[in-house]
């Protein structure tokens, strides 16, 4: 019985032994391999390796994928011009000599990406303080970005290299500081308002304008109107009088008794007059007792 506890127990000690020996890289990673703090090797390719045992070796893992570092740092820059603006950026880099890495910048990539954020916001003070704000935002915006680059890579690759690549620098965003940026924005809206008040009082005045220049022609039309009106009236009230004037001069009998029926019908248009008059004295009905040589009458007073 204890020779089987202790073939189990010598079991047991191998397997641990093997499994401390025995370690796997993941194709997204290095393996770097320590002997006594030293490093002893570096594992680029992926698959399972061998080491001694702890603590005579240890191993640990570097990301060897593309990182990426945003900036976190919100402190405004000060352009050619003395203005403060604030840029947002980001870096694609990773990591390609480990040993050197390590060696030079830490042992993991958070110590990378606190160095490479030194790194790349100085540069990018310095080359901003060269260009305006115009060249920033939009003339010189590529130029700037490629020389920041430049001069990223001259840092870490330079006496000490850092072991890393450097793919890519752009910036997200460029904007002046709030206060700045409210400030403009108030110019923008006061300049806005102005040129909408002057659009306003432009196009009110033109209103008035046209609408003076229409009350003219309306009141000339209307004016012209009524004088052809009238005119043609005056003619029609001549043409009338020359052809009653012909008609009674044929007929004064007739135009007698004409003009008694007119009287009539001006006299008895309604239903509810009353009229008072003796007819057998009054000229006005001479007409109706057959004496149609009398002129007529002017219509008595209704009541």
């Known amino acids: 019985m204890n020779r089987i506890g202790f073939f189990a127990a010598t079991a047991l000690i191998i397997l641990a032994l093997l499994s401390s020996m025995l370690f796997v890289v993941d194709q997204r990673q290095f393996g770097v391999v320590y002997s006594l703090g030293q490093i002893k090797d570096v594992i680029t390719e992926p698959g399972l390796n061998f080491k001694l045992p702890p603590p005579f070796q240890n191993v640990s893992y570097i990301d060897k994928r593309l990182l990426t570092l945003d900036s976190s740092d919100t402190e405004p820059m000060l352009t050619a011009e003395k203005q403060r603006v604030v840029i947002d950026w980001y870096v694609r880099w990773r990591i390609s000599d480990p040993s050197q890495y390590i060696r030079n910048v830490g042992l993991d990539e958070a110590a990378g990406a606190n160095q490479l954020n030194r790194v790349v916001r100085n540069a990018f003070q310095e080359e901003i303080n060269r260009r305006t704000v115009r060249e920033l935002l939009s003339t010189k915006r590529e130029q700037l970005m490629a020389d920041v680059k430049r001069e990223v890579l001259e840092v870490v690759k330079g006496s000490k290299p850092w072991g890393v690549d450097v793919i890519d620098v752009r910036i997200t965003r460029a904007d002046y500081v709030e206060a700045i940026t409210e400030s403009v924005y108030r110019r923008m809206e006061a300049e806005r308002k ?3 008040n002057e659009l306003r009082s432009t196009g009110a005045a033109e209103g008035e304008k046209i609408r003076a220049d229409a009350d003219r022609q309306r009141e000339i039309t209307i004016a012209n109107a009524y004088r052809d009106a009238q005119k043609i009236k005056g003619d029609g009230d001549a043409q009338a009088a020359s052809i009653y004037g012909e008609s009674f001069g044929r007929d004064a009998q007739f135009a007698k008794f004409y003009r008694s029926l007119e009287a ?3 006299t008895f248009n309604k239903k509810g007059d009353v009229m008072v008059v003796d007819p057998s004295g009054s000229e006005f009905f001479s ?12 219509a008595p007073a209704r009541k």
């Open 287 to 298: 007409a109706f007792r057959g004496g149609g040589a009398a002129a007529p009458a002017p």
């Open 194 to 196: 102005r040129v909408a």
């Open 264 to 266: 009539y019908r001006a």
